[in-house]
Nanobody, 123 residues
Framework: VQLQASGGGLVQAGGSLRLTCAAS????????MGWFRQTPGKEREFVAA????????DYADSVQGQFTISRDNAKNTVYLQMNSLKAEDTAVYYC?????????????????WGQGTQVTVSS
């Protein structure tokens, strides 16, 4: 499956952004989806995941209550709504398609990755 992330940009602290990840190539609804983020010199870290139907979600403690992941299988798209953004949310954000729901916080579970979209939060 091919993934294309978009929606990043420059926003002031306290603002909001919605990231979009468009999928193509395979049956999108077959895959749990996740968002990760990475800053220079650091490991790519888990942000959020959503199961095949959208009925289950999981969030890193650092974004719980601040970010919301959702998906629209009819549009082959997954979203990440980011509110109350802080400077420490600055990163390149990646969407990815997982092969299973188990171990969804681990990078190796994800077989397909998008190209990343830069989010910069100014303080």
């Amino acid at each position: 499956v091919q993934l294309q992330a978009s929606g990043g940009g420059l926003v002031q602290a306290g603002g909001s952004l919605r990231l979009t990840c468009a999928a193509s190539g395979r049956t999108f609804s077959n895959y749990p989806m996740g968002w990760f983020r990475q800053t220079p010199g650091k490991e790519r870290e888990f942000v959020a995941a959503i199961d095949w139907s959208g009925s289950s979600t999981d969030y890193a403690d650092s974004v719980q209550g601040q970010f919301t992941i959702s998906r629209d299988n009819a549009k082959n798209t997954v979203y990440l709504q980011m509110n109350s953004l802080k400077a420490e949310d600055t990163a390149v954000y990646y969407c990815a398609a997982a092969t299973a729901w188990r171990d969804r916080r681990i990078r190796y579970r994800y077989a397909y990755w998008g190209q990343g979209t830069q989010v910069t939060v100014s303080s």
